[in-house]
């Protein structure tokens, strides 16, 4: 790679904002730019150096996929209003599951999403707006992967020989291509965002679709957000690096009402880890994992089914897709 990594032991966070304003504004200079927020703690992070670097000249949306978590975009949107960024939500729900209908393939979906995203959703908005930049959180470990071939992220476009200019009508910015999750979080704590921002657990750039095997519907992204938030409740306060719902493709047999009941599956995974570049399963306790299991087979709609996997990365990755 040709970005030089910035270790979280050497880090200055003040020292790195003061560049990295400094460089966006020196880039888009008096024009205008746009960004993504998703509410995790990358693109939050961006978000706010953008928008210390460029004011209101940076136009900053959230792209309603369908795939986030339940309530997400208004729940980003009010918190950064009250830190003075105007957040414009924009409904693209149409677009994603169009893209992603009928196919099951992971490289498959990866590639639908990133062109939806990139081409189809904001190139779009960069010709509505007159933008020539867009402000993304790409991080180290995203490109390290990526590069290595372990697993396509969707957000890596110019290191791989992609020409954004030609391709998407905009030139990409990457802020903190230098940092690995826990030095954007030290950065996003420096940034003043609040420390449900900059302490959440990470959240794909793909979303809910990473997290479901098989085919992406509306109907099967639902199933696996509702067990999303069964997870995040039971297991915000274990401490782990990262804890995630995955809804499996094929049903299995169950029982309900003495009744043969085919079903769905839903794998919990919670993961130990500093850099998402190895990890280990929590050793969770027997209560909770059977607090989840009756919580997710109860209030998720069609589960009879629930797993904990505990398989270290590698051989295994965090996420599912």
Not at 42 to 52: F, N, P, Y
Not at 116 to 124: A, H, L, M, N, S
Not at 270 to 285: F, H, Q, V, Y
Request: aromatic share 6%; with cysteine; glycine share 8%.
């Amino acid at each position: 790679m040709d970005s030089k990594e910035v270790k979280l032991e050497s880090l200055e966070p003040k020292k790195f904002i003061e560049e990295q304003v400094k460089a966006i504004s020196s880039s888009v200079v008096d024009g205008v730019a746009i960004n993504a927020l998703s509410g995790g703690v990358d693109s939050s992070a961006v978000t706010m150096l953008g928008h210390r670097a460029l004011g209101n000249r940076l136009k900053t949306y959230f792209i309603e996929n369908g795939l986030m978590r339940k309530d997400e975009a208004q729940r980003i949107a009010s918190l950064f209003k009250e830190l003075g960024v105007a957040v414009h939500i924009l409904d693209a729900r149409k677009e994603f599951f169009g893209a992603l209908k009928g196919l099951t393939d992971p490289e498959e979906k990866r590639e639908a999403i990133t062109q939806t995203f990139y081409k189809d959703v904001f190139g779009k908005l960069v010709r509505e707006i007159g933008a020539k930049y867009l402000l993304q959180g790409t991080n180290y470990t995203d490109v390290e992967e990526t590069v290595a071939g372990v697993k396509r992220q969707h957000n890596i476009l110019e290191q791989l020989g992609i020409d954004t200019q030609k391709e998407f009508g905009y030139k990409v910015i990457e802020p903190i291509i230098q940092l690995r999750k826990s030095g954007v979080r030290k950065l996003a704590e420096s940034l003043g965002l609040p420390e449900e921002l900059y302490n959440r657990p990470p959240f794909p750039g793909p979303a809910l679709a990473t997290r479901i095997i098989g085919e992406v519907t509306p109907e099967r992204t639902e199933i696996v957000r509702s067990a999303t938030k069964i997870v995040e409740e039971e297991l915000s306060n274990t401490g782990a690096f990262q804890y995630l719902a995955i809804l499996h493709q094929d049903r299995v047999t169950g029982i309900r009402e003495g009744k043969r009941d085919f079903g769905l599956q839903i794998e919990v995974r919670c993961w130990e880890s500093k850099d998402a570049l190895k990890g280990s399963p929590t050793r969770l306790s027997f209560d909770i994992l059977e607090r989840l299991s009756q919580r997710i087979t109860t209030e998720v709609t069609g589960v009879v089914s629930v797993t904990y996997n505990i398989t270290k990365k590698p051989p295994s990755t965090i996420e599912a897709v």
